[in-house]
């Protein structure tokens, strides 16, 4: 849906189908022209294949020796570090081929299966990397 918005020319667009949209000149491409068109019927150029493979949890920990330990005067120590959607392998255009675009108008369509899987304007999961240190004196 992020690409029938932005490739219907009546809102924004992207630089790519700016330059290469139809035109009088332009004639051989598969880009409707820009302007105030309203061409967003649903067809199947806007579909894509939505595959992935991400990395979602990653956590590591690492207790330091006790024999290290002593000359710093402590008793224990453990240094973790976790991350959360580290890696997305995908050929998906958008931002997030998890994401999935629910309501929209006047009707709840959050409880219905007509608009799951669209993707309309939504942000990417979010990566997050954590790390910790645990010392026990």
């Known amino acids: 849906m992020t690409n029938v918005q932005l ?17 009088p000149t332009n004639t051989n491409t598969n880009v409707p022209r820009v ?4 061409n967003r019927e ?4 806007f579909v894509e294949d939505g595959s992935y493979i991400r990395l979602k949890n990653v956590a590591l ?17 453990r ?5 959360q ?14 994401a999935s ?4 108008g006047s009707v709840n369509n959050a409880k219905r299966n007509t608009i799951r899987g669209f993707d309309f304007g939504n942000y990417p999961t979010s ?6 240190l645990n010392a026990t004196f």
């Not at 302007?35 to 309203?38: A, P, R, Y």
């Not at 920990?61 to 120590?77: A, D, M, T």
């Not at 240094?79 to 991350?83: G, I, P």
């Open 42 to 45: 649903i067809s199947s150029r």
């Open 61 to 77: 920990g690492y207790n330091v020796p006790s024999e290290l330990l002593s000359k710093f005067r402590l008793e224990r120590l």
């Open 127 to 132: 990566r997050t990397v954590t790390f910790s």
């Open 7 to 23: 490739a219907n020319g009546d809102a924004n667009t992207t630089v790519d189908n700016f330059n290469n949209a139809w035109t």
């Open 85 to 98: 959607n580290l890696l997305t392998i995908t050929d998906y255009s958008g931002l997030d081929p998890e």
């Open 35 to 38: 302007g105030n068109n309203s």
């Open 79 to 83: 240094l973790s570090v976790s991350a």
């Open 101 to 104: 675009y629910f309501g929209g």
